[in-house]
């Protein structure tokens, strides 16, 4: 039977077998790595190997995933890593090389700033529309505008003077 890896916990105990590319993990029997922890969701967290590296995939837990301490929703694990289901620590051992991995580890694009931006934006074929204020409407950022006579027009730090 091939192993494609193993998680060590840290502070001692049975490492658990990595036995198939993709894992199920959580609190239910039907998960493939069955934690038995009442903070740990029914299905926590799939684990996946991608192009030879192992990847990590919060399922919206309550208790959350972390990799090296880090919150995520979806990261490589490289050799070496701790992985936090829960509260529980483990530690990643496995060879990039024996599960298909060629050359440098792939670049990761962070989560949080790939969703600051559309589609569109990312692939370099729209610009980000800024808000114009309309000739009435005093503009949004308190700055003064010499053209406009109305009254309200001061303003220091959004408030009128």
């Not at 580890?105 to 204020?133: H, N, T």
């Not at 503009?139 to 010499?146: A, E, K, L, N």
């Not at 406009?148 to 220091?156: K, S």
Request: hydrophobic share 35%; charged share 30%; glycine share 8%.
């Amino acid at each position: 039977m091939a192993i494609f890896g193993e998680l060590v916990p840290v502070g001692g105990g049975d490492p658990i077998p990595l036995l198939k590319k993709s894992l199920l993990i959580g609190r239910r029997e039907s998960c493939d790595i069955v934690l038995r922890f009442s903070n740990v969701s029914a299905h926590h967290c799939q684990l996946n190997v991608n192009m030879g590296y192992w990847h990590v995939r919060d399922l919206q837990s309550r208790n959350g995933v972390k990799v090296n301490g880090v919150r995520v929703t979806d990261k490589r694990i490289d050799p070496g890593d701790i992985l936090s289901i829960a509260k529980h620590k483990y530690e990643m051992h496995y060879s990039p090389v024996e599960l298909g991995a060629v050359g440098p580890p792939p670049a990761e694009v962070p989560d949080a700033e790939m969703f600051k931006k559309s589609l569109l934006e990312r692939a370099g074929l729209e610009q980000r529309k800024i808000a114009v204020p309309k000739k009435d409407e005093p503009d949004p950022s308190g700055r003064y505008d010499i053209t406009n006579d109305a009254p309200d027009q001061l303003r220091f730090r959004h408030r009128p003077i």
